[in-house]
């Protein structure tokens, strides 16, 4: 008997297939929904730092994404030195302006971490060893970073991080 129309057999197949799917959604999804973010890293997903109280010369550390942060005030002998560099020369090759915002270029804000293997580098803080460039010193490994946080000495293969960050007001910067 030729019957072209929709078998039993061809209903129970869809009908079995639409439910191993659905079962698969309900098993996968707790899986998949597990890898995301948690409130309190979302919470950090982006900061606010207030520079107004910065000095020329002077450098802060904040916590971004559970991460130190550098801002630094650089005064103009720094950005003069900074802009002296050949680029050239450069392990990571990067003027300042490339790591500074238009309007902002006296402000640097870069991550905490040494390149090499993750270390927090000194310079940031009152008294701290800044290395033989003025910048900023890892004394695991030995790497030397410029005012502008470009690496110049050591092992650190690449510059400090600069995240994305954007000026809300004159003196208040959001990272992230």
Same mark, same amino acid.
């Given at each position: 008997?030729?019957?072209?129309?929709?078998?039993?057999?061809?209903?129970?197949?869809?009908?079995?297939?639409?439910?191993?799917?659905?079962?698969?959604?309900?098993?996968?999804?707790?899986?998949?929904?597990?890898?995301?973010?948690?409130?309190?890293?979302?919470?950090?997903?982006?900061?606010?730092?207030?520079?107004?109280?910065?000095?020329?010369?002077?450098?802060?550390? %904040?916590?971004? /994404? @559970?991460? !130190?942060?550098?801002?630094?005030?650089?005064? *103009?002998?720094?950005?003069?030195?900074?802009?002296? #560099?050949?680029?050239?020369?450069?392990?990571?090759?990067?003027?300042?302006?490339?790591?500074?915002?238009?309007?902002?270029?006296?402000?640097?804000?870069?991550?905490?971490?040494?390149?090499?293997?993750?270390?927090?580098?000194?310079?940031?803080?009152?008294?701290?060893?800044?290395?033989?460039?003025?910048?900023?010193?890892?004394?695991?490994?030995?790497?030397?970073?410029?005012?502008? %946080?470009?690496? /110049? @000495?050591? !092992?650190?293969?690449?510059?400090?991080?600069? *995240?994305?960050?954007?000026?809300?007001?004159?003196? #208040?910067?959001?990272?992230?």
């Amino acid at each position: 008997m030729a019957d072209d129309g929709i078998r039993r057999r061809d209903f129970i197949n869809v009908a079995a297939v639409a439910a191993a799917g659905a079962g698969g959604v309900v098993v996968l999804y707790p899986l998949i929904s597990q890898m995301a973010p948690s409130a309190d890293v979302l919470a950090e997903s982006s900061t606010e730092i207030d520079t107004s109280t910065i000095q020329p010369g002077q450098a802060i550390k %904040a916590v971004f /994404r @559970k991460q !130190p942060l550098f801002v630094r005030r650089l005064t *103009p002998q720094e950005i003069a030195a900074a802009n002296a #560099v050949n680029v050239g020369s450069l392990r990571d090759p990067q003027t300042l302006q490339e790591r500074t915002k238009e309007g902002h270029e006296d402000m640097l804000i870069t991550m905490g971490v040494c390149t090499h293997l993750g270390c927090v580098p000194l310079g940031a803080a009152e008294g701290e060893v800044k290395g033989e460039f003025g910048g900023y010193f890892c004394p695991c490994h030995g790497s030397h970073y410029d005012t502008a %946080a470009r690496i /110049r @000495k050591g !092992p650190a293969p690449t510059n400090l991080e600069v *995240p994305e960050y954007e000026f809300t007001s004159d003196t #208040v910067v959001r990272v992230g």
